[in-house]
């Protein structure tokens, strides 16, 4: 099972965990969990006017094993208006390339935060891989 909690996060309320949001599916091949402003296929979806969010900004899909990976989907646009960071809980923060695939070993935990570029605004995805 893969366990994701979400908030959005402005400068003033850094630190802050009202507004959470929760989502899990089991690990099964084939599943996936969506985060990104479109709610028809997103299962945590950021404020509408978050633009630096895409439709569908992340993906974690489930592999044949039930081994998960997180994907930070390329959009339309040739550069992205966000930076996203991954950190393992206990380990050092290392970005994700726009386009780019990260594994969540299974009995993982941390996180993984989408930053606006152009202002104080962040999503924050903590995440549970059950073994």
Known sequence: MLELTMASVTGADAGATAGMLMA???S???AVLRVGRDRTVCRLATPDDWLF?????????CGPEGSWQVTWLHGSRPEPSSEVRLTFAGMSTRSVPYGGTAQLPAGS????????RTGPQSVNVGFYHER
């Open 24 to 26: 899990d599916a089991p």
């Open 28 to 30: 099964d091949p084939g």
């Open 53 to 61: 969010v895409s439709r569908v900004h992340l993906e974690f899909l």
């Open 109 to 116: 935990t941390g996180e993984i935060v989408i930053f606006d």
